[in-house]
Every structure is written in C-alpha cells, then in structure tokens.
C-alpha cells in the first residue's frame, strides 16, 4: 500500500476495492443542493466490488459493508450556482449514527464556479454498516459534470459522484 504523492492517490496492492458511484444518462437534471443544508449526494450503483465483499447501494448508502479499517476517496462534481464555491464533503456511518473521519471539500472559488470536490481518510467500522456522503455548501449548488447541462441523450453514461472503499483490514 502506498501513497501516491504525484497525484495523492491511494494506490494499494492486492487491496480488496468496492467502488459506488451515481451513473446516469447524460441528460439527467442535475442533483441540486440548497445552501447551508446537509445534503446525501445520490449513488446509484456499485461498479467494483474486486473481493466479493457483498456491498449494494440503496439509498443512496453503500450498504452491508464488513466490519473492518478502510480507505476513502470521494469526489463530486459541483457547480455554484450563485456567488463563489466553496463546500466540505464528509462520509457518514448512517447505521452507527456518526460522521467517520474522512472529510475534504473545496477552496472559494469564482462566482459561478465548476469544481471538483474530494474527500479522502482512514477509517474504522466495527460492525456491519451502511455508508453515505453528506456535502454541505454556503450557496445554493448542482451536483453535475461540466459547466452546462448535458443534452445529448445518444452520449455515454455520466458518472457523477463516486466513493471508492480499500478494505486495508
């Protein structure tokens, strides 16, 4: 296992992986997020999962996760839609009932500003668990890819908001 310092990404060996992330067709109405309000950006399928570990994802969680100690990256895509960005990404234990550490988000940016938002951290769950991202932003945002929504219904699918797991023990 090892830390990738030229693009600070996890990147472990033989590692078992579970990947989830929201999929949709490109001309799906953006995820909207009010200002100043907790919200669970949606995930809608798991697209690895290299161990078996038994992982789904309803509502928008990554459910029946293994006991055990992981590793986290989530990003999402985020769009301002008034004054300048800013928002912080944490990843919550929905069955323990508490935010895990594992937190991250984006610097101030432009008024109407497109970025990424990521989160990245260790932690431990004791127990069988359901997972899920909350994002909170000073301003009223949309969870989408690029500056513009997408209207070409013939492109390929977009992957928006993604939450990849190491299960490290």
């Known amino acids: 296992m ?15 992986f579970v990947m989830a992330a929201l999929t949709c067709a490109p001309n799906l109405a953006a995820q909207s ?5 907790i919200s669970t950006p949606a995930l809608s399928v798991v697209l ?3 161990a078996t570990l038994g992982v789904t994802v309803g509502s928008n969680q990554v459910q029946n996760l293994p006991e055990g100690t992981y590793y986290c990256e989530a990003s999402l895509p ?20 508490a935010y895990l550490p594992v937190s991250g ?12 938002v990521l989160a990245t951290g260790q932690f ?7 997972v899920s991202l909350r994002l909170i932003c000073p301003r009223t945002a949309l969870i989408r890819n690029g500056d513009q929504d997408m209207t070409d219904a013939t492109a390929n699918a977009d992957q928006r908001t993604t939450l990849k797991l190491w299960k490290l023990a």
């Open 48 to 50: 690895a999962d290299s």
């Open 105 to 116: 988000g984006t610097l101030g940016g432009a008024n109407s500003a497109a970025s990424q």
């Open 78 to 97: 985020l769009f301002t839609v008034t004054g300048a960005n800013g928002a912080s990404l944490r990843l919550y234990n929905d069955t323990g009932g």
């Open 33 to 37: 997020i009010t200002a100043n309000t």
């Open 124 to 130: 431990d769950i004791g127990a069988l668990s359901s």
């Open 2 to 16: 090892s830390l990738n310092a030229f693009n600070n990404s996890f990147r472990p060996s033989a590692v078992p």
